[in-house]
């Protein structure tokens, strides 16, 4: 008996496991967007730990720019800025949860890079924020290049693009240096303010935004060096165009509020608009939005509940944050910056 | 009618065969077999199919694309721009000089434990005690951070390091110690030893045996054993080139070894961790031993000491050596963990590898056969040993 029982088992979960089959083989072959849709909520992939993009304050909320575009994304496909499910997620997990459907989208300090667009099999959402690698050193340490590591140790966070242009640069400059490559950003930053290493590399912004939580912020200095281009925004996974062109044009849809003058506060002065494209925007004319599987509202719901490029910026990096960043590269296109959304035509 | 019977015939025939034992021992060899075929069948299409959703197909010739990655310490000679394989190589070579060392030290270190937690000596005792209720109850990812950052992070800084008596010095990047002048001559020096000890231990057994029969004898094996030793020392003394450590104005060190703290805290931490339950292990194959023996031993006129060496631990090491196998296996597989302070063992290096790759299934079928191996090599030795202290039938 007890033998027929053990076969049972095994038959059981031999055709429990062809069950979770179809139902995968089911959802693959649909979009994401449906079942986000069906969920209600977004599964969101942010680091968490980074002051000004992602961060959990003492209440468990979530705040940052990386957690806006999540906000944005939801407020669009469920009409609630608050359906986000974050999962946070560390730099060498963040690829294969996002294979593996854990999240449906990252909104998480990835570079935008060709291998990991290519080979890795990402989708690469609009910059949301363009950054530079950087070094953190001591005031006090005397060293003022990159040529002075030579023979000295830097702090890194593994699984990052930060890890290769570090090698690549101190390779071209011929400095023999030594990496401590960390799993874990806290770990990498607490080695780093115990003295093991000289320096401390990675974006800049986030060099910025950790330095403020190291116990004497005024003794750490960013050296005067930009390693890379570290163009940062949110990652779907390959093949789902539907699901990607959502995440796209939320994206692009920030920056172009921006860009027509669109806010949280204002946008009631735009609800009968004369303007074409602010009517098509906003979803007076047109069919923009349900041609994507959205509401054609979607953008109201963003502007109304998340606000627009500027807006989300000056909370989180800029003027009404700590960090005081200035807008510089991250400026609309208008203003002499890098940021240009395409025609909401 | 005829058809009837012969249908009633099969029939039966069914029956007598559904109610015999040795068909169904059959049967359920064929059962399990296709279900685990099935199962097999299953994960691979799954996979198949979720790596062609991607766009994406099972290989490794990514192995042999330049990593472009640094790594920090290294045993065998390696540039950023080396293949993925030679980079995995590195983090084996870091990762197998932590399981020898760790395996040693284990031994060493648990033995004595165990043993101690016999002796007459309170302190020692209770030391002995103390030191396994507290490390096994404490998950080891906890102690390589406590190794880390609370005792190696704590020593100063390289212009202010400690030295020892000028041999070893110590500051916050590791510990500098006299080593051999260069790899080669490393590996000889290691090599010679284990060759000098596994001869030592024959002579000696020579000896005992001589001395057994004949009741006299052994001198000119005791004279061989001091040879032996002699010779050791003098090569080891003589012919490694030894280099030593010496501190540079403005704070650090040249010449001689450089354990990183990395290096230094993982095996801290694995061997401190692994030698509580191999302590525990030398304990419970001690006690197993019969106490009749301790009191024959006893009553023929051996002080403790003896007793526990000639009589006792001997005949503990049946009950000890086959659980010391597991041990020095999760020793190795919790190597791995040594990638959480910074350590480029194997795992951190495939971690790395598969980011930049985007390969994990590849990566991760490459470190499990890693794992794999090195656990199989440490078994079949252990099952020599266990095979050499059995009791000897005849």
């Not at chain 1, 490559?181 to 115990?194: H, K």
């Not at chain 2, 994406?56 to 920090?72: D, E, K, T, W, Y």
């Not at chain 2, 293949?83 to 648990?110: C, D, E, F, H, Q």
Request: net charge negative.
């Amino acid at each position: 008996m007890r033998k027929w029982g053990i076969l049972a088992a095994t038959l059981g979960l031999a055709l429990a496991a062809c069950g979770g089959d179809t139902t995968t083989g089911g959802s693959a072959a649909g979009s994401r967007l449906d079942l986000v849709k069906d969920r209600g909520q977004l599964i969101c992939g942010v680091d968490g730990g980074i002051p000004g993009f992602s961060f959990v304050d003492e209440t468990g909320a979530f705040s940052g720019l990386d957690v806006d575009v999540c906000k944005a994304v939801a407020a669009a496909v469920l009409g609630d800025a608050e359906a986000v499910e974050y999962r946070r997620l560390d730099s060498t997990e963040r690829f294969t949860a996002l294979a593996g459907g854990e999240v449906d989208m990252l909104s998480r300090n990835t570079t935008w890079t060709i291998s990991r667009d290519t080979s890795v099999g990402l989708e690469f959402a609009p910059t949301t924020f363009y950054d530079g690698q950087g070094m953190l050193v001591r005031a006090n340490s005397g060293i003022e290049t990159l040529e002075d590591f030579q023979g000295r140790a830097v702090c890194v966070e593994t699984g990052t693009t930060t890890e290769l242009n570090l090698t690549d640069q101190m390779r071209q400059l011929g400095v023999d240096f030594e990496p401590v490559v960390f799993q874990d950003a806290d770990a990498a930053y607490a080695a780093y303010d115990e003295g093991r290493c000289e320096g401390m590399t990675s974006d800049k912004s986030q060099l910025i935004a950790r330095r403020s939580t190291l116990p004497n912020p005024d003794e750490h200095v960013l050296l005067d060096v930009t390693m890379s281009k570290e163009p940062l925004g949110p990652v779907t996974v390959n093949n789902d165009s539907a699901w990607f062109d959502v995440v796209k044009w939320v994206t692009f849809g920030l920056m172009q509020a921006e860009e027509f003058g669109i806010t949280s506060a204002n946008i009631g002065d735009f609800e009968a608009s004369d303007n074409p494209d602010i009517a098509r925007f906003l979803g007076q004319e047109g069919t923009l939005g349900t041609d994507m599987g959205l509401p054609n509202d979607f953008m109201v719901q963003v502007i109304t509940q998340v606000g627009n490029y500027g807006e989300v910026f000056d909370r989180n990096l800029g003027a009404d944050s700590q960090f005081n960043l200035e807008r510089g590269q991250n400026a609309l296109w208008t203003d002499g910056g890098l940021l240009y959304s395409p025609p909401f035509r | 009618m005829n058809s009837d019977s012969s249908g009633e015939s099969f029939a039966q025939k069914l029956k007598t065969l559904l109610r015999d034992e040795r068909f169904w021992q059959v049967a359920f060899q064929v059962i399990t077999l296709g279900i685990v075929l099935l199962l097999a069948a299953f994960f691979v299409g799954n996979l198949n199919r979720n790596l062609a959703q991607q766009g994406r197909s099972f290989g490794f010739s990514f192995l042999f694309n330049p990593a472009g990655f640094s790594i920090g310490e290294s045993l065998i000679r390696y540039r950023p721009n080396d293949p993925y394989w030679r980079a995995l190589m590195v983090g084996l070579s870091n990762t197998l000089s932590l399981v020898a060392a760790g395996i040693v030290l284990t031994t060493v270190l648990g033995t004595a434990a165990g043993v101690a937690s016999f002796s007459k000596n309170w302190l020692l005792y209770k030391l002995s005690r103390l030191y396994v209720g507290l490390v096994r109850n404490v998950p080891l990812l906890l102690q390589l951070f406590f190794w880390y950052f609370a005792i190696y992070g704590t020593l100063p800084r390289p212009e202010s390091q400690i030295s020892a008596l000028g041999l070893v010095f110590l500051n916050n990047r590791g510990v500098y110690i006299p080593w051999a002048g260069s790899a080669v001559l490393a590996l000889l020096g290691i090599g010679v030893t284990i060759f000098a000890a596994v001869m030592a231990v024959f002579l000696w057994q020579w000896r005992t045996k001589l001395r057994i029969e004949t009741g006299t004898g052994g001198k000119n094996q005791l004279m061989g054993l001091i040879g032996l030793g002699v010779l050791w020392l003098a090569f080891v003394i003589l012919a490694l080139q030894w280099t030593f450590p010496s501190p540079v104005d403005g704070g650090g060190v040249t010449g001689g070894l450089r354990l990183t703290r990395e290096y230094v805290a993982a095996l801290s931490a694995l061997v401190f961790y692994t030698s509580a339950f191999v302590a525990e292990i030398v304990r419970a194959g001690i006690q197993s031993v019969s106490r009749g023996q301790w009191e024959a031993a006893r009553s023929l006129g051996f002080q403790s000491g003896l007793v526990m060496q000639l009589v006792v631990f001997p005949q503990a090491l049946r009950v000890i050596i086959p659980p010391m196998n597991s041990e020095f296996m999760n020793l190795t597989k919790n190597t791995s963990l040594a990638f959480a302070i910074a350590f480029p063992e194997i795992y951190s290096v495939a971690n790395t590898t598969y980011n930049q790759t985007g390969r994990p299934v590849e990566v991760f079928v490459v470190l499990m056969a890693t794992y794999l191996v090195m656990c199989l090599i440490i078994t079949l030795g252990m099952n020599q040993l266990n095979r050499a202290v059995q009791f000897k039938e005849r």
